[in-house]
């Protein structure tokens, strides 16, 4: 079973940065697709980040609206890690952030990790 340990949590202030880390298990980490998704208060989980392998190119990046320009995705395959980099944080970015992995690169998401908290203060 692949596992998926976030880190990097914390709170932070509007208008600061932050970094989540995804340590993921895996002899195959390389070939996985992999997304950030995000569950606030109150509200549905919902789509963040996602860095997906193509035929057609070394890597695809996507983004939710809400994060376009201020969050990267990114990951070290020598370390079996793939990150989050928040900047300019806002108030309503809080939530729990979760990793996911689709190992069979179909489209859903079938390892999930436990998720780490983000609380940012206006």
């Known amino acids: 079973q692949v596992q998926l340990v976030e880190s990097g949590g914390g709170l932070v202030q509007a208008g600061g940065s932050l970094r989540l880390s995804c340590a993921a298990s895996g002899r195959t980490f390389s070939t996985y697709n992999m997304g950030w998704f995000r569950q606030a208060p109150g509200k549905e989980r919902e789509f963040v980040a996602r860095f997906s392998w193509s035929r057609w190119s070394d890597g695809n990046t996507y983004y939710a609206d809400s994060v376009k320009g201020r969050f990267t995705i990114s990951r070290d395959n020598a370390k079996n890690t793939v990150y989050l980099q928040m900047n300019s944080l806002k108030p309503e970015d809080t939530a729990v952030y979760y990793c996911?992995?689709?190992?069979?690169?179909?489209?859903?998401?079938?390892?999930w990790g436990q998720g780490t908290q983000v609380t940012v203060s206006s």
């Open positions: 996911a992995a689709d190992t069979k690169r179909v489209g859903t998401y079938d390892f």
